[in-house]
Every structure is written in structure tokens, then in C-alpha cells.
């Protein structure tokens, strides 16, 4: 639960403006996630925040009884607009692109990625 409420809700202080900027990490099972925001602006009591960062994963996996090691480094961007009252993310475009191997039976295979995710709330 606290993964999907971090992604549909984000608390910004009372009379934030635009230009606050903050940063958070997330590291767990191989996956360090270092992510920086800026308030792009506020209209409305909407505010457009940007987002830009870089994900590192190590880890080992099981793939059809073989031990797959995956490293793979990510630059990640994107932008959301949320609520200022409710706190509630209205929209969110996050756009993902890395590189890296997996490595397995002494083989190692490079990795390119691409991923864009958009999603949408409602207010509350």
C-alpha cells in the first residue's frame, strides 16, 4: 500500500511556491532510486512539479533455473501535476531510459530500455 499512496498522493507544505525544489531515495532488494523535484508552478491550486533522477538496479534473478545478474543504470524524467489542498497526483508522465547486462553462464547480454508511464487520479 505505502508504493501505490507515494505515487497517487504527495504532501506539499502550506504556501510552497514555485522554485521549491526537494529530494528523496528509495533503496531496497538491489534497486536505488535517487529522485529531485521542482515546482515548475502553481495555478489554481494545481501544481506542476518536474521530475529527474536515476535508478541503479543489481540483482540477481532466477530466469528458467539460471541465475540472471542484471545491472542496468536509468536516467529517469518526467512531470506531475497535484493538488496543493488534497494533496492527490491529477497526472503523471515518468519516463525511464537505461542501459546496462545481464549476465548469466558466463554470457553477458547488453540491455536498452525505454519506458513511459502516464497515469491519471481524480480529486478528492
Known sequence: FTKIAGEAFVALPAGVKAGYTWSDSLI????????????????NNIATVA??????????????????????????????KVDTGSGVVLERTLVSEGNGTADAMGQSIPITSKITATSTGKPL
Open 51 to 80: 521530475l529527474t533522477g536515476t535508478q541503479i538496479t543489481s540483482k540477481t534473478i532466477q530466469q528458467m533455473g539460471a541465475e540472471v545478474l542484471v545491472n542496468l543504470s536509468s536516467k529517469l524524467s518526467g512531470e506531475f
Open 28 to 43: 531496497m532488494d538491489g534497486v536505488k532510486i535517487y529522485r529531485d523535484y521542482n515546482i515548475k508552478e502553481i495555478s
